[in-house]
């Protein structure tokens, strides 16, 4: 066999006698672990990690807190109904009532009062709000905040929200999508504020005009009731805020159902 | 590393498959659900409020 192989490969070395190799003594091949080999293998895993994380931080990350929000804002919703059991969905175009909303006292910082559902967000969409604009103690824990110097939900002048455009679930990720007239809901405890998708604003971080009671006008008595919301654009940038301005509609009591439009919001689509 | 990995895995080739695929999975739901978390308030702090 040896000779073969040599004999093959061997045929410029006419005159030279052929020499035998020595046997070779086992056939097994070695196994060297090179520093380079390792080093380079350890960059390459650290390559894979960086682009899991990535994966995650755009896009997976969002679809899990996104769910666990949704979920617990149904479970809330669920709490809040309790009191009122055997609640039949109302007829659609149920024009609610819109005089007087009732207006529930602001609760302490980072505490859950509210949930934001917005149909064009998806058919699941309810993420929960919690009172105060703090990165760690509300914002990073998936809650879209409530700015604690305007008003509440129903009452006259400005319901001013915030929260992430990606990453921490992502709420307001969708916000350049919406159409005007689209639906925005509040719902608390007493029932679901209906508000109309209205404009969308581009404005530099330090643009508080956004938060006035009339947004944008200093010192004018509000004659209407506003919601904005307040993320970052562009995406994964901080260099400019997209605002979202809403006016009420209608506010539909607990006791009269849930609007037909969000059942499956409210209720969970499972 | 990784051919010395492989060549300490014990059965054959399918079952190292298996336990290498396991062990990739079991990794992965420790990052997203433990590491990414932490890792991502760090390093990426977004600003989407307006403030003076």
Not at chain 1, 54 to 65: E, R
Not at chain 1, 67 to 96: F, H, K, R, V
Not at chain 1, 123 to 133: K, L, T
Not at chain 2, 18 to 45: M, R, S
């Amino acid at each position: 066999m040896t000779d073969a192989v040599q004999t093959a490969g061997g045929a410029p070395d006419r005159g030279a006698p052929v020499r035998r190799r020595a046997p070779v003594a086992a056939p097994r091949r070695r196994h060297r672990v090179s520093i380079v080999g390792v080093l380079g293998e350890l960059l390459i895993t650290a390559g894979l990690l960086v682009l899991a994380f990535l994966g995650w931080q755009i896009w997976l990350g969002d679809i899990i807190v996104g769910g666990q929000l949704n979920t617990e804002a149904q479970q809330q919703a669920e709490e809040w109904g309790s009191d009122y059991s055997d609640i039949p969905p109302s007829e659609a175009g149920d024009p609610g009532l819109s005089d007087e909303p009732p207006v529930i006292a602001a609760p302490p910082n980072a505490e859950r009062f509210a949930n934001l559902i917005i149909p064009r967000f998806g058919p699941d969409y309810s993420r929960p709000i919690a009172e105060g604009v703090g990165t760690r103690d509300v914002l990073n824990k998936g809650n879209i905040g409530h700015y604690p110097s305007t008003q509440m939900p129903g009452e006259l002048g400005n319901f001013a929200l915030a929260s992430h455009r990606s990453s921490g679930g992502g709420n307001f990720h969708d916000v350049h999508q919406l159409h005007v007239g689209d639906h925005i809901y509040v719902e608390t405890v007493d029932g679901w504020y209906e508000y109309s998708f209205r404009n969308l604003e581009y404005v530099r971080p330090s643009g508080v005009g956004v938060l006035n009671p009339v947004p944008q006008a200093d010192g004018v008595a509000p004659g209407e009731r506003i919601i904005t919301l307040t993320t970052c654009n562009p995406f994964f940038s901080t260099a400019e805020r997209i605002v979202a301005y809403g006016v009420f509609e209608s506010f539909y009591p607990r006791e009269g159902g849930v609007p037909a439009e969000i059942t499956t919001n409210v209720n969970g689509a499972g | 590393m990784y051919a010395a990995l492989w060549r300490v895995l014990p059965g054959p080739w399918w079952v190292r498959l298996i336990i290498l695929i396991v062990a990739v999975a079991a990794l992965l739901t420790v990052l997203v659900f433990f590491v990414f978390p932490v890792v991502g308030d760090l390093i990426a702090p977004q600003e989407v409020t307006v403030t003076e």
